[in-house]
T-cell receptor
Framework: AQKITQTQPGMFVQEKEAVTLDCTYD???????LFWYKQPSSGEMIFLIY??????QNATEGRYSLNFQKARKSANLVISASQLGDSAMYFC??????????????FGSGTQLTVLP | DADVTQTPRNRITKTGKRIMLECSQT?????MYWYRQDPGLGLRLIYY???????NKGEISDGYSVSRQAQAKFSLSLESAIPNQTALYFC??????????????FGPGTRLTVL
């Protein structure tokens, strides 16, 4: 079974509007971390936001927020007030402390976001 | 200057050649990782190292080897490159003292093409 599922291969959003990128995960471990990374067309991987499984509050970093619904095993990324520079591939990733490769990040297949002017 | 650097940034080589990709970091992190990314896919872990004397295989280590020459340097070698090793390779680092987050920070990537 996929550990991280991103069901939206591509998304479009109008500039200045908000957009939600979906991510669901599968783990039986009570302690885990969820990450979102941005990959622009230039190729680098940029860390955006982190949510721990025991965190009581949803994580926020500037225009990025994470809608964490633990019971539904979802960790959706919300980008508010989209900008043209937000056009990129976005990856959701999970870290489990006791997986076969300790503290390995498992990545989803990504969502390509295009912001329209 | 970038905190995590990778050399070379691009490399084209032929089947059977030995290739070394190098990663250096100035973040002072103890943990280093090598990933590969294939088109349309997420990243997959090749090897990771929690300190100079600790090397571990990841999900897809076959055909690869690594060397942790110092805390700040972690090299990935392809002993005999084959075309299906054509991919984008990333080095990443994280900090043991970063608490529960253990956030990984990535280098700019090396685009490797094996002909």
């Amino acid at each position: 079974a996929q550990k991280i599922t991103q069901t939206q291969p591509g998304m479009f959003v109008q500039e200045k509007e908000a957009v939600t990128l979906d991510c669901t995960y599968d783990t039986s471990d009570p302690s885990y971390g969820l990450f979102w990374y941005k990959q622009p067309s230039s190729g680098e991987m940029i860390f955006l936001i982190y949510q721990g499984s025991y965190d009581q509050q949803n994580a926020t970093e500037g225009r990025y927020s994470l809608n964490f619904q633990k019971a539904r095993k979802s960790a959706n990324l919300v980008i508010s007030a989209s900008q043209l520079g937000d056009s990129a591939m976005y990856f959701c990733a999970m870290r489990e402390p006791y997986s076969g490769s300790a503290r390995q990040l498992t990545f989803g297949s990504g969502t390509q976001l295009t912001v329209l002017p | 200057d970038a905190d995590v650097t990778q050399t070379p940034r691009n490399r084209i080589t032929k089947t059977g050649k030995r290739i070394m990709l190098e990663c250096s970091q100035t973040k002072g992190h103890d943990r280093m990782y090598w990933y590969r990314q294939d088109p349309g896919l997420g990243l997959r872990l090749i090897y990771y190292s929690f300190d100079v004397k600790d090397i571990n295989k990841g999900e897809i280590s076959d055909g690869y080897s690594v060397s942790r020459q110092a805390q700040a340097k972690f090299s990935l070698s392809l002993e005999s490159a084959i075309p299906n090793q054509t991919a984008l390779y990333f080095c990443a680092t994280s900090d043991r003292t970063g608490g529960n987050t253990d956030t990984q920070y990535f280098g700019p990537g090396t685009r490797l093409t094996v002909l």
